[in-house]
């Protein structure tokens, strides 16, 4: 549940913010380098944890999920709805769960 409410917080930033000059002026200066390093150890840890729980998968390592979750929804910064953006966090947390 904490996994979701991050992605779906990410993305829907991402979505309502993009071309915006707030996107123009959060995305300058080494700042920026350090809250997506913080935003990418915050996520692989949700990942870790859940794959301790047997809820995520745990055949990829979790830096690499984590990586992979952040780069997908920022795909929300193209689609042309909040619910689409709803859709797309679904799909990348279908993609976590364990392999049969």
């Given amino acids: 549940a904490r996994l979701k409410a991050v992605l779906e917080a990410y993305a829907l930033i991402v979505h309502e913010h993009h071309g915006s000059d707030l996107?123009?002026?959060?995305?300058?200066?080494?700042?920026?380098?350090?809250?997506?390093?913080?935003?990418?150890?915050?996520?692989?840890?949700?990942?870790?944890e859940g794959a301790a729980s047997g809820q995520v998968r745990d055949d990829v390592a979790p830096e690499?999920?984590?990586s992979y979750?952040?780069?997908?929804?920022?795909?929300?910064?193209?689609?042309?709805?909040?619910?689409?953006?709803?859709?797309?966090?679904?799909?990348?947390?279908?993609?976590l769960k364990p392999p049969r």
């Fill in 69 to 95: 979750c952040l780069h997908a929804v920022a795909a929300a910064r193209h689609l042309p709805s909040r619910a689409a953006v709803r859709r797309l966090v679904g799909v990348v947390l279908a993609s």
């Fill in 64 to 66: 690499e999920l984590a």
């Fill in 23 to 48: 996107a123009a002026l959060l995305h300058r200066g080494a700042h920026v380098a350090r809250a997506q390093e913080r935003l990418r150890n915050f996520v692989r840890d949700l990942v870790r």
